[in-house]
């Protein structure tokens, strides 16, 4: 541990300490009743069983937080609180959705994710490493968003393909069958190092068309982030800035007390001016040009659009609850890169005078379309049952262009494009998965589960090029996986839980590149599971305590090598994960709330994997030893209806390497501890908020990546591009509802 962490941690304590010192010296040793029932803790509803349960009754490891928190944060994008969630690694290009996830120390070493997105009850994202899923994450804006839930451990057995290492869940909020209400908000704020404001504006309107059965919703929202990087080449300012605007339509219909459907539709879009990104030396990695300043010669902007529906049916036939959740969604990623200190200066070699301009132009279109069905039977004293079937097909069409130009923009002839690669993939799986839960009394119970997929999978790989060899080349692939968990639950009392998991989860394989000595199937990764924790309510319902221990074994991981032209993927060796969380929220008085979170994962190869450069024992990339957290908020009466909030939290994330140890290519991105303000004025219809993030405007990088000097024998870094921490944002905001 370093002397960061050593000094970190204790002051989340020491922070929670004093704050609930505080409140009880304020409020007197002794507690009135009504007081305890005030500050008492409102059950969490989650569906990680796929069933609705008290989260404290789920033997797996979760974290929640619900909307009011993420209004309460200003959260507009994943970042804003993924390190407010223990276990969960975050790698960020600076772009909303522009990232990879790892949870536990599972995180992505080629182009497919570890961590299955859903909404609702929907998986979002490609099962197929040709969609590049390892860098393409879910990040909505939350407006709409009733709650972000994840799911640590693999799931794979009642959720599927990809959540590997767990479960990202964002439920968003129902039409309400009673009520009409509109609300409206707005924000304006001012970042660090930046010319320019950021603003925001939403809004959203209930409408019960037939009170009591039929309902309908319907928000939009945009944020509008300014940039803070400058560009030394063009001169231009503040080039990284970025806009997300986001739609959401949603109806509801509860025929009677047995029957209800639910329709939604998602628009979502993000549209960047260019990357996060400075120029680093990479002996010193210290700014080549300065602070907050890149060398690109063009913009490396990037879009992002998602097109998302679902129709969601609940019946209850008597005997079982019966589940339909269907979707459909249309996801496009356009991203464009400079890559002239690549490309560009390899243009003398063909005859031409000088360097020039080259960019890779990505265009990624995936259509995805999910069908589930589940029957699960009613709660009973002794057994209880699910069964399911699930079906996914998804189409995605990859194309990149890498162009030769004058450093004026004009095509070289003869030379541009340099490339122009297609890789339309389809994925098709077929999957059958159940449970039962057998109680032996009315403490202690055991669920087991399996599940059974097929995945189908074709390609085509497609290249057209002056320099390289042309033409096109199919492949195919398909695999049979069967994953499996096994849960025994031991209730000490009502309130406190002793639970064990063994859970096993799988990423899908599929077909290789067409190239000499690569192999043609890339195998499925596997992983297996041991878990131990407990789950307590303590104080007449003030405080829960969280807290688990787990160890996983992760074979066949699927990584990216490069025969020295293209990279392409393969099965490597094996890896492990070890570590614990835990989690507390404690309200010693009406009005004080006090959360607590820490997480320790000691994730390294163990096995060797020369492909990238990985020896037995070297740490896995973007895992830090220790995240940690904490959080703070007061509420008191002002009188007249109206109420003050103040709130804060402290994220301390560690040292992690931006690859396996060993690797050549790989950095060590320093820890940092961030400090978040937020406050807020409200009666039951106006709300004014304030809010500051990260106030220290604590400097640091959260990705970096190397650039290969393609003139060099021995494949020198000439530099390093590194993601910057966002810096300080100070902003107020106002919601008004009617």
């Known amino acids: 541990m370093t002397s960061r962490t050593r000094f970190a941690i204790p002051t989340l304590v020491s922070v929670l300490a004093l704050l609930s010192s505080y409140a009880h010296t304020a409020d007197g040793d002794a507690i009135e009743p009504a007081e305890k029932e005030a500050a008492a803790l409102a059950p969490i509803i989650v569906t990680a069983q796929k069933r609705s349960e008290d989260v404290q009754s789920v033997p797996i490891s979760i974290s929640v937080i ?27 290009t ?41 860098g393409d994450v879910l990040d909505l804006l939350p407006y709409d968003v009733d709650s972000f839930q994840v799911l640590r451990g693999p799931q794979g057995t009642l959720w599927g393909a990809g959540a590997l290492g767990g479960v990202i869940q964002y439920t ?9 209400s509109v609300r409206v908000g707005g ?20 409408l019960p068309l037939l009170p009591g059965q039929l309902a309908m919703t319907a928000s939009v929202a945009r944020q509008q982030t300014p940039g803070f990087v400058d560009n030394v080449r063009t001169g231009e300012k503040d080039e990284n800035g970025y806009a997300q605007t986001g739609g959401r339509v949603a109806l509801r219909w509860k025929a009677n007390d047995d029957l209800a459907v639910s329709l939604s539709a998602i628009k979502y879009k993000v549209d960047a001016d260019s990357n996060t990104t400075v120029a680093l030396d990479p002996a010193t990695l210290g700014p080549i040009y300065g602070k907050d300043r890149n060398d690109n010669y063009v913009p490396e902007a990037s879009k992002r659009e998602l097109d998302y529906f679902s ?36 243009f003398p070699l063909f005859g031409l005078p000088s360097p020039g301009l080259s960019t890779f132009d990505q265009k990624l279109s995936l259509y995805k379309t999910t069908q589930e069905f589940r029957l699960a039977s009613k709660p009973d004293d002794r057994f209880e049952w699910l069964v399911g ?27 541009d494009p340099l490339a122009i ?42 290249v057209q090029s002056p320099i390289l060899p042309s033409g096109e080349t199919p492949g195919s692939s398909a695999e049979n996986v069967r994953t499996w968990s096994v849960s025994p639950r031991w209730h000490l009392d009502t309130d406190t839980m002793l639970y064990a998991r063994v859970a096993t989860g799988y990423q899908a394989g599929g077909p290789n590149l067409a190239l000499p000595d690569v192999p043609p199937q890339v195998g499925s990764s596997t992983l297996a599971s041991y878990e131990a924790g407990i789950k307590t309510i303590l104080a007449d319902r003030r ?9 996983i074994d992760w074979k066949k991981i699927q990584v990216l090598t490069t025969n020295g032209t293209v990279n392409y993927a393969v099965n490597g060796g094996k890896a492990s994960s070890k570590g614990f969380e835990f989690s507390a929220v404690y309200t010693p008085v009406s009005g004080l709330r006090l959360g607590l979170n820490a997480a320790y994962a000691d994730a390294s190869l163990s096995e060797a994997i020369p492909s990238i450069g990985g020896l037995d024992g070297d740490r896995l990339p973007f895992v830090p030893k220790w995240n940690a957290s904490a959080t703070a908020d007061y509420t008191f009466d002002l009188g007249n209806n109206w109420s003050a909030r103040f709130g804060g939290g402290l994220r301390h994330t560690g040292e992690r390497t931006t690859g396996v140890t060993h690797d050549p290519r790989s950095f060590l991105l320093p820890s940092y501890t961030a400090f978040d303000l937020n406050a807020d004025i409200a009666n039951d219809r106006w709300t004014l908020r304030f809010f500051i993030k990260n106030l220290t405007n604590k400097g640091s990088y959260v990705a970096m990546t190397p650039l290969i000097d393609p003139t060099s024998p021995t494949g020198a870094i000439s530099r390093v591009g590194a993601t910057p921490l966002q810096p300080r944002v100070i902003g107020v905001g106002f919601d008004a509802k009617f």
């Not at 993420?70 to 960020?92: F, R």
């Not at 994202?125 to 899923?133: I, L, Q, V």
Request: aromatic share 12%.
């Open 389 to 415: 079937t699930f079906y996914t097909n998804e189409n995605s069409r990859k194309y990149q262009i890498l162009s030769a130009q004058e450093f004026d923009g004009t095509p070289i002839a003869g030379l």
């Open 187 to 206: 924000d304006v704020s001012s970042m660090a190092r930046s010319g320019d404001l950021g603003y925001g504006a939403r809004a959203s309107v209930n």
């Open 66 to 92: 619900g909307n009011e928190q993420l209004e309460q944060m200003h959260a507009t994008e994943l970042s804003d609180y993924a390190s407010y969630i223990p276990g969960l690694q975050m790698s960020s």
């Open 421 to 462: 690669t297609g890789l339309p993939t389809t994925y098709k799986e077929y999957a059958l998965f159940g449970d039962v839960t057998w109680k032996f009394n009315p403490n202690f119970d055991i669920t087991a589960g399996l599940r059974w997929a097929r995945n189908e999978q074709e390609f085509t790989q497609i």
């Open 94 to 134: 600076g772009t909303p959705g522009l990232a990879s996830i790892g949870i536990r120390g599972i995180t992505p070493l080629g182009a497919n994710s570890t961590v299955a997105m859903y909404i609702d009850d929907t998986p979002l994202g490609s099962s197929s490493f040709y969609a590049t899923a390892a």
């Open 172 to 180: 968003t909020s129902k039409p309400d069958l009673e009520q009409t």
């Open 311 to 346: 129709a969601t049916v609940n019946w209850d036939v008597g005997f079982a609850d019966f589940v339909s959740a269907s979707s459909y969604s249309h996801t496009t990623v356009h991203s464009l890169t400079d890559v002239s200190l690549q490309y560009g200066l390899l």
């Open 543 to 551: 405080l829960i305590l969280d807290a688990a221990v787990y160890n």
